[in-house]
Nanobody
């Protein structure tokens, strides 16, 4: 059993900052990547940022230069530092962990429950 829990969402004015946290726990052998997605009302869920096991990162064009994804000292924790927030960043943000539960298991995908980020203009 694996649990993924996000925290850190809230209400912020445009131009402000927020830091989201995500922690995965349970029967984890290795986390191969962790990702942040977001879903705004009436829109499809979109990939925002990815950090791989080797620490390489990727970002959606809409957040490049403003958002930073990083791992904590405990490799099962990931952060999303969001600066210069815009009203269009308003969405529910979800953490997704891609991991293996044993040395020869396939990759499994686990999702958190989401955390609301609201940016006021």
């Amino acid at each position: 059993q694996v649990h993924v829990v996000e925290s850190g969402g809230g209400l912020v004015q445009a131009g402000g900052s927020l830091r989201l946290s995500c922690a995965a726990s349970g029967s984890i052998f290795r986390i191969n990547s962790m990702k942040w997605y977001r879903q705004a009302p009436g829109k499809q869920r979109e990939l925002v940022a990815t950090i791989a096991y080797g620490e390489s990162t990727n970002y959606a064009d809409s957040v490049k230069g403003r958002f930073t994804i990083s791992r904590g000292d405990a490799k099962n924790t990931v952060y999303l530092q969001m600066n210069s927030l815009k009203p269009e960043d308003t969405a529910v943000y979800y953490c997704n962990a891609i991991l293996i539960t044993d040395y020869d298991s396939p990759n499994w995908s686990f999702w958190g429950q989401g955390t609301q980020v609201t940016v006021s203009s």
